[in-house]
């Protein structure tokens, strides 16, 4: 019969999340990290939610609701479990897509290959302007569509074709808070499902999915604006990375 020592988890407190407030966590542990790893090495969105919703929800002892939290906040959130676990460098190979001129005399990709770290204490919450917690997409004078921003568990519903992401009808049929007419509200699962909601949308003008469209893309995301200079051509670039994908691709 084993008889390792009890494990002692050393806590911290994150700071002010928006909508979370300070959150106590601990740092993950070998198999857990181990666990993220694996699933970001398949290429797909659906394995990594699940991990990232798992591993957050041990880390912060079940404080919070995982699955109903919006992923930017998630993704603040893993991020801060991440540096007190594994530091604040997240290494990456870089390789060089600027063009030069070869010995030939004939144009080519550099493709220079480089490893570097990624800061990731210089990661910032880039929120857009036009961000809204929720929305209200107009269908006439007294009636519309009211959006509200995704969770995780929404996250779950889009389509991921080998990296490809696009949203899907279940996506936006758990996005939508209700649809108004006057004073009579809709609500989904109550008052309409999935196959009527999309009976309803190929109705509407067309206008409306590009509202719709606009509301999801601003969703606040977590950038990181990397400098790099490449080793052999001295080429000079800034790589824009957002969200975990790209910060621990």
Do not use: W
Not at 238 to 246: C, R
Request: aromatic fraction near 10%; include cysteine.
């Amino acid at each position: 019969m084993n008889n390792f020592p009890k494990v002692e988890y050393v806590t911290y407190t994150t700071d002010e999340i928006p909508k979370l407030g300070k959150v106590k966590f601990r740092t993950f542990t070998v198999g857990e990290h181990k666990q993220f790893l694996e699933a970001v090495a398949m290429g797909k969105a659906e394995p990594v939610l699940d991990t990232l919703c798992d591993i957050i929800g041990k880390c912060t002892f079940g404080a919070i609701d995982v699955s109903k939290t919006e992923m930017y906040l998630l993704d603040r959130l893993y991020l801060d479990i991440y540096i007190k676990s594994k530091g604040a460098n997240s290494p990456v190979t870089y390789r060089c897509s600027n063009h030069v001129t070869g010995e030939d005399g004939n144009e080519k990709v550099c493709g220079n290959t480089m490893n570097v770290n990624i800061p990731l204490t210089s990661a910032y919450l880039d929120i857009p302007e036009d961000y809204a917690e929720t929305a209200i997409v107009k269908i006439s004078e007294t009636a519309g569509i009211k959006l509200r921003q995704p969770c995780l568990d929404d996250f779950k519903r889009i389509k991921d074709d080998g990296g490809k992401v696009e949203i899907t009808e279940k996506f936006l049929y758990s996005s939508i808070e209700c649809i108004y007419d006057g004073e009579r509200l809709m609500y989904p699962g109550q008052d309409f499902d999935l196959p009527g909601l999309m009976a309803y949308i190929e109705t509407l003008p067309d206008t409306v999915m590009p509202q719709i469209e606009a509301f999801f893309d601003s969703t606040p995301q977590l950038k990181i604006e990397l400098p790099i200079t490449c080793t052999k051509c001295g080429h000079k670039e800034t790589i824009k990375l957002a969200g975990l994908d790209d910060f621990f691709a």
